[in-house]
């Protein structure tokens, strides 16, 4: 009986381990912070991108309705692929555009807004990237659905045609 | 000659005491924050963008009088329990705290029972 157990413990250890590593290599390793939601949006001033004036959030989220925060750069190559869905959501009343200029050079995003539109009713600068982490974001870009002071939903990478339609069915 | 060259030395060293708490501080924060750009380096180590924001953040979170511990509440509010290299003792980390120990014990049971055996 004694002679068995032995073997058996080791085979069923490997057998273990392989299961556990096995899984462990579908699993991705890079960790995504939870699109947490409901939760209360950031209080925070900036800068606006036109008028260089100063803007604290409340002032600009202040109505009941659907705000989309979407944080771009003219340097950032995935930006370019959601322009035209920003553009498309800009036609809505029910959504208003709120655009965070990370890091960027003015000129270069200037000239960005005017090749490709500017969908957004305020662009705010976040220069040194520090808003961009008050909101709990980590990379451009990254967008958030907001409704009553509170994140409804966050989008992290490019939009497209699967979530504008997602949050076309949360604004109507 | 002697004489100048160490006052020269002291008058270099004045700036880095004066501001020798803060860094330190500022070091000690940022050496247990996880960058989230380039995982498995810690936002001191790292020079990605996101790492150089969270380090002007935490200069401006000290300036406005929060606490070490107050300023990790407030990235883990942001990016959950993953920034910390030291996670608190929790619901979803008390496995991570507890089984080194539970090993431990399992294997000090182990050995003691091989020893009562062999006596």
């Known amino acids: ?5 032995i073997p058996s413990i ?39 991108f036109d008028s260089k004036e100063n803007i604290s959030s409340s002032e600009i989220f202040n109505s009941n309705k659907f705000y989309l925060l979407n944080i771009w750069a003219s340097w950032c190559v995935p930006c370019r692929q959601e322009h035209a869905y920003l553009m498309r959501l800009s036609e809505s009343d029910q959504v ?12 270069n995003a200037q000239n960005f807004l005017k090749k ?16 961009s982490i008050e909101w709990g974001a980590y990379g451009v870009p990254e967008t958030f659905l907001i409704h009553k002071n509170k994140i409804v939903s966050k ?8 979530l504008i339609n997602e949050i076309y069915s949360i604004i109507k | 000659m002697r004489i100048l060259k160490i006052t020269l030395i002291i008058l270099l060293l004045i700036p880095n005491l004066l501001f020798a708490d803060d860094k330190f501080e500022r070091n000690k924060i940022t050496k247990n924050l996880r960058c989230l750009i380039c995982q498995g380096q810690s936002v ?39 920034i910390l290299y030291d996670p608190d003792l929790n619901k979803n980390t008390y496995i ?7 090993i431990f014990l399992l294997g000090g049971a182990i050995i003691i029972k091989k020893l009562k055996f062999k006596n």
């Open chain 1, 1 to 5: 009986m004694k002679d068995k157990l």
């Open chain 1, 10 to 48: 080791i085979i069923i250890s490997f057998i273990t381990i392989f299961l556990i590593f096995y899984k462990g290599l579908q699993e991705t390793s890079i960790y995504t912070p939870k699109s947490e939601i409901k939760k209360d949006i950031p209080i925070f001033s900036s800068v606006k």
């Open chain 1, 96 to 107: 208003t555009l709120i655009g965070l200029n990370y890091k960027d050079n003015f000129n």
């Open chain 1, 116 to 131: 490709l539109g500017n969908p957004y009713e305020t662009i705010l600068l976040d220069e040194d990237g520090t808003i």
């Open chain 1, 155 to 162: 989008y992290i990478g490019p939009l497209n045609e699967e």
């Open chain 2, 44 to 82: 001191y180590d790292s020079d990605s963008d996101f790492a150089n924001s969270m380090k002007i953040l935490v200069d401006k979170k000290l300036a406005e009088g929060f606490s070490e511990n107050e300023i990790y509440e407030f990235f883990k509010e942001k990016y959950g329990d993953w």
């Open chain 2, 96 to 102: 991570l705290w507890l089984l080194p120990i539970l």
